[in-house]
């Protein structure tokens, strides 16, 4: 079963940094667009990046543009989310996707989902 794991969400302070990542046991990988998302608590869930197929193309949401990096590295078939300085609104649980099309910010657009991995920010 292809599966998406994400890791590294914990506690942080405000203004501190963490890095999410996401191995893909599929075959696909490489060619697939891949995505973060999160919900917070009683909202939602958002786009927060994605990445194309080569790592050569990126978009973000607005919220997070010049504080987050998405990544990915394709022989290791891992996406990775860099977050720096975070804010407590950053809290939630964030979620890996994968997609077919070459990038995209629509949930719509993914058909395969991690499990989530909650990241929290005190003030």
């Known amino acids: 079963q292809v599966q998406l794991v994400e890791s590294g969400g914990g506690l942080v302070q405000a203004g501190g940094s963490l890095r999410l990542s996401c191995v893909d046991s599929g075959r696909t990988f490489s060619r697939n667009g891949m995505g973060w998302f999160r919900q917070a608590p009683g909202r939602e869930r958002e786009f927060v990046a994605a990445i194309g197929w080569s790592g050569g193309t990126t978009t973000y949401a607005t919220s997070v543009r010049g504080r987050f990096t998405i990544a990915r590295d394709n022989a290791k078939n891992t996406v990775t989310l860099q977050m720096n300085g975070l804010k407590p609104g950053d809290t939630a649980v964030y979620y890996c996707?994968?997609?077919?099309?070459?990038?995209?910010?629509?949930?719509?657009?993914?058909?395969?989902w991690g499990q989530g991995t909650q990241v929290t920010v005190s003030s």
């Open positions: 996707a994968g997609t077919g099309y070459s990038l995209s910010g629509r949930q719509g657009d993914y058909g395969r």
